[in-house]
């Protein structure tokens, strides 16, 4: 490839940007320099993103609010494709990456208008409505996972990468499944922004638990900072060991110390799950105009490896009758494991990387 850096655009949010982190860790191990364009809110990763440096341009989510604030946010991306034009021009990328949310749609318009080699990462089972602009306008979309509602001229273009993972989550992959010492360890996880009713469903069905199944309960909770003393206090009631934080910078390795996990269905949570191989109850994100969590749940389920459940029906009731059984059964949360293995992509990154590399090379011909 030519001199220039690779050029990553990414939002701030845990799910845009885990996955460019993993793709820039392995650039770097190869010999290639990385650069990050992104929005404000990735101040927070600044200290840990590994990229040479990092660009923050104006951007905004168009959809939603009063016609007011539409317009604003349209002219906020517009004044985003000028300072991504002039990023472009000074820094000559060899290649530009988005990963989804409109913060990558300043970056990628720029590129493609000055004639850049790019590529886009889809990290969920349906194309979101960003990354749907964008498509037509790169050379390459890479797919977390196989990708539903897509047009037959599109589907020349994808290619199925995986999601990338992080290295934190790699090193979780050889952790051993815990053995069967007669306690369950649950993993409970509402994703980067956390989801208030798992503090509501969770700890009121293992409060109801018998106390004989309270006690084989070892728990840790991811919640958000508001709901912490409340859960725990439920816990502390019930006489339930738990851990409860608001963030855990090492969650993957907490997937692989827990026998099932209850979450929601992000595609950073589905491609861990998979990749370190545990089952999980899976509670996709309701009201999504693009059902991006559920479609990434199903390929969970239709390995046999997660119980997929509408939040409607996530009841103390239902998951009292769960717990119930897999205490009864532990065994049977090994095999959904090692179900969950088959699906996973754990080289994702690297086969991120070779396309990257290789849709760059296209660019200098």
Known sequence: MSEGPVLLAAGGTGGHLFPAEALAHVLARRGVAVELVTDERALRYGGSFPARAMHMIHSATPRGGSPLARASAVARLGFGVFESLALIARVKPRVVIGFGGYPTVPPLVAAWALRRPTVLHEANGVMGKANRFLAGRVDAVAAGFPLAGVSAAMREKIVVTGNPLRP??????????????????????????????????????????????????????????????????????????????????????????????????????????????????????????????????????????????????????????????????????????????????????????????????????
Do not use: C, W
């Open 168 to 365: 934190n989550a790699i090193a979780a992959i050889a952790e051993p499944f815990p053995e069967n010492d007669g306690r369950l360890r649950l993993l409970v996880t509402g994703g980067s922004q956390g989801a208030r009713v798992m503090s509501d469903i969770v700890p009121a069905a293992v409060a109801a638990l018998p106390q004989e199944l309270r006690a084989k309960l070892v728990i840790v909770q991811q919640t958000r900072q508001e709901d912490i003393a409340r859960v725990t206090g439920v816990y502390e009631g019930a006489g339930v060991k738990a851990e409860i934080a608001a963030f855990f910078s090492d969650l993957p390795h907490r997937i692989a110390q827990a026998q099932l996990v209850v979450a929601r269905s992000g595609a950073s949570t589905v491609s861990e799950l998979a990749a370190i191989g545990r089952a999980s109850i899976l509670v996709p994100l309701p009201h999504a105009l693009d059902q991006d969590q559920a479609n990434n749940a199903a390929v969970l389920q239709a390995a046999g490896a997660a119980e997929v459940v509408r939040q409607e029906n996530f009841t103390p009731r239902f998951l009292v009758g769960r717990l119930t059984e897999f205490l009864a059964d532990p065994e049977a949360l090994r095999a959904r494991g090692e179900n969950a293995k088959k699906a996973g992509v754990a080289d994702a990154a690297e086969r991120l990387a070779d396309l990257v590399e290789k849709t760059a090379r296209r660019g200098e011909v």
